[in-house]
């Protein structure tokens, strides 16, 4: 757990589909009508409501995000963020991955939501290198918060112990860049 501002941050190995939190975000393709994965689980934990839902919306590009409501599930919103399929780093994965993150707060910024859990997107089917997404993904969201101060509690929901040892560090890294306490 680390605190930042008003926001703390915590990874979690966990199921994103089991938290009540005011948004998770899914990690979604451009279509935005489900698939595998994170995606899968979603859809089917918050039933076919979510996908007519999704019919709507035209589809979503590359690094952007759009909302809906969470039907079935706990949480009360979903995130659909598309991330970027892994070609090798030189077609702008890094700036668009950061960008899924960006805009998935911004939206909830914008819904005046206080909790969201992440999962690690593009880090499954679409293969991005997991401790580069992990490191896009909090330092993202670290630069991201102090334009969305009303969010109050971000999860990074895992679904392996590998992963949330990823998290754990970069946890511990920025808690030792925490200027030390003032002696009393
Ligand atoms: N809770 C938390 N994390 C999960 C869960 C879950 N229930 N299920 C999987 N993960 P992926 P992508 C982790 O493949 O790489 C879909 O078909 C998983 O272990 O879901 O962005 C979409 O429709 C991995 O660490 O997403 C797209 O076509 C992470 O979530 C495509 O896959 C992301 O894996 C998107 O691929």
């Given at each position: 757990m680390l605190t930042i501002g008003h926001c703390t941050l915590e990874a979690q190995v966990a199921d994103i589909t089991t938290l009540d939190v005011d948004a998770?975000?899914?990690?979604a393709n451009m279509s935005l009508l489900g698939g595998g994965g994170v995606d899968g689980a979603i859809h089917r934990a918050a039933?076919?409501?979510?996908?007519?839902?999704?019919?709507?919306?035209?589809?979503?590009?590359?690094?952007?995000?759009?909302?809906?409501?969470?039907?079935?599930l706990p949480a009360r919103h979903v995130i659909h963020a598309v991330g970027p399929v892994w070609h090798g780093g030189a077609r702008g994965e890094a700036g668009l991955l950061a960008s899924c993150y960006r805009r998935s707060l911004e939206l909830a910024q914008q819904a005046h939501l206080r909790s969201i859990a992440f999962p690690a997107i593009s880090c499954?089917?679409?293969?991005?290198?997991?401790?580069?997404?992990?490191?896009?993904?909090f330092a993202t969201v670290i630069d991201t918060l102090p334009h969305a101060s009303g969010i109050e509690r971000v999860v990074?929901?895992?679904?392996?112990?590998?992963?949330?040892?990823?998290?754990?560090r970069e946890l511990a890294a920025r808690r030792d860049q925490a200027p030390p306490s003032k002696p009393a």
């Open positions: 998770i975000v899914n990690a039933g076919r409501e979510l996908l007519r839902e999704c019919e709507t919306l035209g589809g979503c590009a590359t690094g952007d995000a759009k909302i809906t409501r969470g039907y079935r499954g089917v679409y293969h991005y290198p997991p401790d580069d997404a992990v490191h896009i993904a990074f929901a895992c679904f392996d112990d590998a992963m949330f040892d990823r998290y754990e």
